[in-house]
DNA sequence: ACAAGCAGTTTTTTT
DNA sequence: AACTGCTTGT
């Protein structure tokens, strides 16, 4: 491991030349009117001149747009678009915000480097990968994979897992996450978050260290170290340090408050040359503390950054002061005081709804009719969003939408290279691109007839040692149950390795051997999981090479409904329904937040835990805040367990003391269809009153 | 000895 | 829906 200490001196040591300023463009040879466009501050932050600058921007007040400028302006006074560096929190984000700026300047922002953090790592890594004895073809493990591979360490080590319960390989998995994320020692991350696997700390000790060596062996990068193989890639030799943070004039970053330590440690490196970094984050929205984020990065950026230049964004031009009202009440509940006060020119607009339902059904029904109405009263669908906490509280609410035939987006949840027949796909091409992928061998060789985790884990050990990558099965000790089906599946590999094709027919030529097998172990749906890879062969097309369609499918996750977006490609654009976390950085006319009762929001799982409450009533800050115009929050009074049957739900804690002022609280009143009224204003369908239960 | 099938439990949020 | 632990079958 290296040190933080090491990282600072290797930053100091590069001899700096000061250069007399290169003379900018007079103001009014620039081709975007930036004073008209923004209001001061937003003016301020778009022009200013070199040096690190913290922006701290509250919910609303035009922090994408303002960022875009900022690009646009470093464009137009004559900063190479590839000196530019934007590093922002989702693919989506960075290519609304490139393509936005490539709008005003008639495409010259196209080739502005940036995208997630762990995308920037991953070109890096490509290039250098040797310097860090890894193959340049090396596979990325997502959590899942990363999960498998803990169980294989797992299992192949001395380790007694019997007896008291031991953690499973998921929770080992975000046990290591957190100790990389955090930089802290295994112990402690089992003492604060995990104290019933307190006696295992030597065990799952030994684990990390054997799991480290086991990826360094095969070839294998977690998550964490796309981040953490970067730094020490820096480290270890740097020339090639020097010669990135060169090649990064200016280094901008949304959403800092959701970094963390090894990600502010990037930031620091590639501004190491030219010290132009500026960084853009709301403390009150930093909600990504259990992946390790640490909003003290952007608290501790002044003292950081010496002679660093700190600007606020405070005035709010999404939203109601209505719902202003609601944010701020929510945020002066907070423990950890927050300096800010949103306003906006909004002024009125509708009281916030609190709506309980009976149960699921009647909220799904609820949401369902409101959003209709809306949509005649002339709000387009792609204006108003269903926030929810889990992937999961939708379940219900895409059935009624199904039923009433609106169309829906769904972000968050379970994404497409996540489900169970994606990923078997996936293994074959991943084992064809690095035959040392041994999670992925596992994979498809359980797939056979007759093989399990014993036989899989034999035959990869002779694959192993064979050292040959050209797919030919060689004589070994096969037993007669699966050797035909082995030999098929080698047959096949090859066939695809050699062919040199597209993606595409890579793909497909897969598919051609995986479609029986899909048959038999998933043979209760696998229609369902038939379209899914229809719809994978679709996305296939705009790769050029193999390695570039697994990379992305890891780190650029598809949402697994995105595929109802391509069937109403020409139709109505759809419905936004989002976990609350996938909304960051989103606005919509009309927000419903669903299933808002306690135990959802805040989770159950951070009672007991100030920081983890104070962490989800900014969730549910992020998520009031997404609203421009209409704000409704609903929850279902009653809920279903399977055990122990039905219980009456509390509101969220958060909204209990709200005055009525602020939050109205409506109920719900069944009437005949025909009854409704054509243009209802949506306060006519509830009415003001106790909750119906 | 190992694979396959069944039953019962458990599920946050994301790169 | 996926994972674990248990039982049955080869």
Known sequence: MWRLGLIKKLFSMSRKFILTKEETLPENRLTIAYRDELNEQQFQVATIGNGPVLVVAGAGTGKTRTLIYRVAYLVETGVAPEHIVLLTFTRRSSNEMLNRAAGLLDGRCKRVRGGTFHAFCLTILKQYASKLDYPNNFTILDASDAADVIDVVRSTSSINTKGKRFPRKGTLQSIFSSVRNKGVAVGQVLEAGYPQFGAFTQEIELLFEEYSRYKQKHGLMDYDDLLIMTLKLFSKDPAVLFEIASSCRHVLVDEYQDTNRTQSLIVKALASVHGNVMVVGDDAQSIYRFRGADFKNIIGFPTEYAGSTVLKLEHNYRSTQSIL?????????????????????????????????????????????????????????????????????????????????????????????????????????????????????????????????????????????????????????????????????????????????????????????????????????????????????????????????????????????????????????????????????????????????????????????????????????????????????????????????????????????????????????????????????????????????
């Not at 792609?382 to 169309?407: C, Q, T, W, Y």
């Open 325 to 693: 009202d609601l944010a701020n009440h929510l945020l002066s509940q907070a423990k950890r005081k927050f300096d800010k006060q949103l306003f906006t020119l909004k002024e009125g607009g509708d009281l916030p709804g609190l709506v309980p339902a009976p149960d699921d059904r009647f909220e799904s029904r609820f949401v369902s009719q409101l959003i209709l109405q809306l949509r005649e009263q002339g709000i387009a669908l792609r204006e108003m969003a269903v926030l929810f906490r889990n992937g999961h509280n939708s379940f219900d609410l895409e059935i009624e939408l199904g039923r009433k035939n609106i169309p829906f987006v769904k972000y968050g949840g379970l994404k497409l290279a996540e489900a169970a027949h994606i990923k078997d796909v996936l293994a074959y091409l991943k084992v064809i691109e690095n035959p040392r992928d041994t999670v992925a061998w596992n994979r498809i060789l359980q797939l056979l007839e007759g093989v399990g985790p014993k036989t899989a884990g034999q035959i990869i050990e002779w694959i192993e040692a064979d050292q040959d990558d050209s797919f030919e099965l060689k004589e070994r000790p096969f037993s007669t149950a699966y050797i035909e089906s082995l030999r098929a599946l080698f047959v096949m590999l090859r066939s695809v390795k050699t062919s040199e094709s597209t993606p595409t027919s890579q793909v497909e030529a897969v598919l051609a051997y995986y479609l029986p097998v899909l048959k038999r172990v998933y043979y209760e749906d696998f229609q369902k999981r038939e379209q899914d890879l229809e719809h994978l062969i679709g996305l296939t097309v705009s790769f050029g090479k193999r390695s570039e369609l697994l990379d992305s499918l890891v780190l650029d996750p598809i949402e697994l409904t995105v595929i109802d977006v391509e069937a109403v490609k020409d139709d109505e654009p759809p419905l936004t329904l989002s976990t609350i976390h996938s909304a960051k950085g989103l606005e919509f006319k009309v927000v419903f937040i669903i299933h808002a009762m306690d135990g959802i929001i805040p989770s159950s799982y951070s009672v007991g835990d100030d920081e983890s409450i104070e962490e989800e009533l900014r969730l549910l800050y992020v998520a009031v805040t997404r609203a421009a115009d209409h704000l409704y929050i609903s929850y279902p009074s009653l809920q279903y367990r399977r055990y122990d049957g039905q219980y009456f739900t509390q509101p969220s804690r958060f909204l209990e003391s709200v005055p009525e002022d602020i939050l109205e609280l409506c109920s719900l009143v069944e009437q005949d269809p025909v009854e409704l009224p054509s243009h209802p204003a949506p306060n006519q369908l509830t009415s003001s009153g106790t909750p119906n239960q």
